[in-house]
């Protein structure tokens, strides 16, 4: 049977995808360049009777979630940079109560205010929790529509089962661009039944969902569990895609947006007989270092491609240690790869010695 | 003679309260105030079906003595909190039990924006003019001339702004909605004030709008003022400046 496949925007995939994993309430403030999804879901959700609640900030919306995921719902909010940057208290207060909730980042240009231009600059803060203390967020990196579909609602499945916040990292030209995506590839899910949610005591003992316990003990208790729990998603949860790197001496590594472009440099570097791969990381935490590191002692050189200053480069300097050199290319501040330019670090790289 | 036979319970702790002692300074309102909300939510046959959000300040453990499911939020951020969780739980009864650094200071945004979506929760806002838990800072709420560690000279209002009236505030943008301001400095206000806190309670059940109380209280240790003291003060000093009664009511009054 041929599957029908909707002709859909990246940022609008992202909203199909939460919706077909069961969620049903959107918290969120404008900012572009994820605006598409907001009125996605500012449609949809009453469409499939979920509720859409504009909040005066990010700073709020992310608190929605917070109050949201509390009473049991699967419920997102997203933004970009600097909208992200305000909901770091809300990352550490969901991991530390222990709630799951999606998150969307559809990256621009920074740092600060920046521009609407794409670039891939949050992914230091989205890997690193976006807050205060010890904890994490896991994060996903979507490549294309599909990916922005299917890992979205992943991410719902994933946030319920670690009882944590997922973020889904985005940027302005995954977001903006058109492509068919199989919708039906995906089961419709309900939102599941969780005990631990708030919902009025009725006859039962109380709960309570605390953002930190009573004494100096139980915290450290705490910390201890949490750090288990990040192990056990750091050793099932690593997802990458690999092309060409059983044969290759170069490695390109590049996410999200930059994996695309990526690719026809590769195939054309390929052509020229050059043996490069590429390599394009997915789950961004946890970094799928297993599968790079089975990359050594065979490639010798990595090409560290990405559309921020870097940031990435680091996750591939902590896996790869000395035994192979790595170097990035690639700027903050708007700036779009071409396959050309690529090609030309990619023959640059193979040629040093 | 050791038995009950004959003898009828008259007062007993709610069951909306744990049995957990107060941690509490001797002569602080919050453990007045406590009360009238546990009793409240008795009366109305809410417990069951309540749901509090603690914040910041000295109330952050009041978890421990409210008998009802109970979540924890960030300073401020109470009323957003409650926003998501009664729109996922409409059935629950809401509230939120906020001081005045929470919800005068860093939670200004939130609360203004709930009350003007006139969310169908309960805001207990406990105004003492002082940050107690961090050791007695200018407040919103701090009285012209008030002296503080931030400023101790006293406050200036030209160089440190205007205390806000935030049950007046929010009456304005709140059209669906019951405000009012009450005290617990003696016996007769203490009985006003639960009856302002059912109002507020009443307004959520009957899904008629926004319910808040703002209740002036004592802070002994920050006032630097012994409890009696305390009380005095808020008679001389605090109502002249931030006036009791009803600001907002758009329903119709039990």
Known sequence: MMSEKVLMRGNEAVGEGAIRAGCRYFFGYPITPQNELFEYMARRLPEVGGLFLQSESELSGINMVFGAASGGARCMTSSSGPGFTLMGEGFTSLAAAQLPAVVVCVSRSGPGLGRISSAQSDYRLATRGGGHGDYQCLVLGPGNAQELYELTYQAFELADHYRNPVIILSDAILGQMMEPVDIEVLPELDTPRKEWAVRGKGENPRKVIKLAPYTDEELIDWNLKLKEKYQQAKDKEQRHEALYTDEASVVVVAFGSTGRIAMDAVMKARQEGIPVGLFRPISLWPFPEKALRELLPGVKKFLVLEANNGQMIEDVHLTVCDHAQVVHYGVGGGHIFTPNEIYGEIVKLEQMK | ?254
């Not at chain 2, 800072?137 to 160089?159: L, M, N, V």
């Not at chain 2, 920050?222 to 003060?233: A, G, I, Y």
Request: charge should be positive.
């Open chain 2, 1 to 254: 003679m050791n038995s009950t036979e004959g003898m009828k319970v008259v007062f007993k702790r709610p069951s909306a309260m744990t049995d957990l002692p107060f941690p509490y300074c001797p002569g602080c309102s919050h453990g007045t105030i406590h009360r009238l909300v546990a009793e409240v939510m008795d009366e109305l046959g809410a417990t069951n079906k309540a749901i509090g959000i603690t914040s910041a300040g000295c109330s952050v453990r009041n978890w421990r003595q409210f008998d009802c499911d109970m979540v924890m939020a960030l300073h401020g951020r109470g009323p957003a909190v409650a926003t998501g969780l009664k729109r996922v739980r409409p059935d629950a009864v809401v509230f939120t039990y906020q001081g005045d650094g929470d919800l005068a200071a860093i939670g200004t945004g939130e609360i203004v924006h709930a009350a003007s979506r006139c969310e169908r929760i309960t805001v207990i806002y406990v105004n003492n003019g002082v940050f107690g838990a961090t050791g007695g800072q200018q407040a919103p709420t701090t009285i012209i001339g008030q002296k503080t560690t931030s400023y101790p000279s006293g406050r200036d209002p030209e160089f440190s702004g205007y205390p806000l009236k935030m049950a007046e505030m929010l009456s304005l943008v709140s059209p669906r909605s019951y405000i009012a301001r009450s005290s617990v400095h003696d016996v007769k206000n203490t009985l006003a004030a639960k009856k302002a806190i059912r109002e507020a309670f009443l307004v959520q059940i009957r899904d008629e709008g926004f319910g808040l109380v703002e209740v002036l209280a004592t802070c002994p240790t920050n006032w630097r003022l012994d409890p009696v003291s305390c009380m005095e003060r808020i008679k001389s000093e605090v109502i002249p400046y931030y006036p009791l009664g009803t600001f907002s009511r758009t329903h119709k009054e039990t």
